[in-house]
């Protein structure tokens, strides 16, 4: 019969790199009589491994199970044995080991998890980067008292990774972290300027106010994150802050700019959009005015976007069509304009996207505009006709399936009848 491990020798075998310390031989080496004296030895002259896996033992101290009258004393009362496992762990905190210094904080903040705190915040300002940044997380995982402390000074901190954390830690709290947060959004760093304004996005408590200097900001990407916020916020009280990136140098900047006024509904920029459609720049951009142009409407809009549906490019001819569609203000005569485009855009592929667009209109002209398609002769259209009628609501769509199935010859066209029909079947 073998002799069992001494409780040095089992801890430095959980140690190695050959053995894995499972939760029971964690158990077992915590519930050994010598432990917290082998502890002990090995926070003052152990290897960092050693160190890690004698502070995940000691953690399974703090826990309930670890409480019943025949475990050792908790760590929660005050006995001197408490106190002198706390005067080892904190001078462990010194360890030049990241991983043994986090090990530490783990435990001490199960231990007492305000005293943690406090000790934590009392070493803060003269502690390495890595340590500031162990301690972050560790307030941030375990919500430790001082979390917020511990934050407001990391947020001064020189390095930008403890700032992000802290910026991290606060994105997590409750009301109590908007003033930082905002603090936090004229950081000189990009990176934590986007971190705050998406933690303060979801707030809607936060006043939109408080956005607006990013639109200012020197790195292009948060002030695109700025726009996109404002575009949630739909306050049109913002507009006259969004007119001047209207003709920012960076294309991207100003895509964001054009789809902010127009889903905010900043009406006052429509002349200077219209103006930007006329210069016929990228097609990208020029789509994107359409589509802006269509959501904030008006008389010369509508004249451009009529304008716009007979556009060489295929490309604006969609947006047109989509601004058309979907707009509740668009002139009497939408459906008849977008019925004829159907009929005679060049492209089959508009053709297929105007089809769509018809559908989300009321169910007769949804109708029609199918029947439309199912007779055009590009297969691609007629089997785009085939797939929104398989999704269809009508109670007439299978008929309508049924009887194209009897007059259709693209083969590819067939494929998408048979799946459509199945579908309808099996629904």
């Known amino acids: 019969m073998s002799t069992p491990l001494s409780t040095r020798d089992l801890l430095r075998s959980l140690a190695s790199t050959s053995s894995r310390s499972t939760s029971d031989a964690l158990e077992e080496l915590r519930a050994r009589e010598d432990f917290t004296r082998v502890a002990h030895d090995v926070l003052r002259s152990g290897t960092a491994e050693e160190k890690v896996v004698a502070l995940r033992a000691w953690v399974l101290r703090t826990t309930p199970e670890a409480q019943s009258p025949s475990s050792a004393p908790a760590p929660q009362s005050r006995e001197p044995q408490d106190s002198e496992d706390w005067r080892y762990l904190v001078a462990a905190l010194d360890d030049s080991d990241a991983t043994v210094q986090q090990a530490v904080m783990n435990v001490l903040a199960r231990i007492d998890p305000a005293a943690a705190s406090a000790l934590f915040l009392s070493r803060f300002e003269q502690a390495s980067n890595t340590e500031r940044l162990t301690a972050l997380a560790t307030a941030q995982r375990l919500q430790l008292p001082d979390a917020l402390a511990l934050a407001r000074l990391a947020l001064t901190a020189p390095s930008v990774d403890v700032r992000t954390a802290a910026v991290s830690l606060l994105a997590r709290q409750g009301e109590a972290s908007d003033s930082l947060l905002i603090q936090a959004l004229a950081d000189t760093a990009p990176t934590i300027q986007r971190e705050a304004l998406r933690a303060l996005s979801r707030r809607e408590r936060v006043p939109t106010q408080v956005f607006i200097p990013l639109l200012s900001a020197a790195a292009t990407r948060v002030q695109e994150e700025a726009l996109q916020v404002l575009v949630l916020r739909r306050d049109s009280n913002t507009c006259e802050h969004l007119l001047p990136l209207l003709s920012a140098q960076a294309q991207s900047l ?47 809009a509508w004249a451009a976007l009529r304008t716009a549906l007979s556009d060489p490019r295929p490309g604006i001819r969609q947006a047109a069509s989509s601004a058309w569609a979907a707009s509740s203000t668009a002139p009497p005569d939408r459906t008849a304009v977008l019925q004829e485009r159907q009929r005679e855009d060049p492209s089959p592929e508009v053709r297929s996207h105007i089809t769509v667009a018809l559908t989300t209109l009321d169910a007769s002209t949804a109708r029609l505009a199918l029947r439309t398609a199912l007779t055009d002769p590009a297969p691609d259209v007629r089997k785009v006709a085939v797939q929104t009628l398989a999704r269809s609501a009508d109670p007439d769509a299978l008929d309508e399936l049924r009887a194209h199935r009897a007059l259709e010859s693209n083969p590819d066209v067939l494929r998408a009848l048979d799946v459509s029909l199945e579908q309808r079947l099996e629904g």
């Open 254 to 300: 100003r895509k964001h700019a054009i789809r902010a006024v127009g889903h905010i509904g900043c009406a006052g920029a429509s002349q200077q959009l219209l103006a930007m459609l006329d210069l016929h720049g990228d097609e990208e951009e020029q789509a994107d005015l359409i589509t802006a142009l269509g959501l904030l409407g008006g008389a010369p």
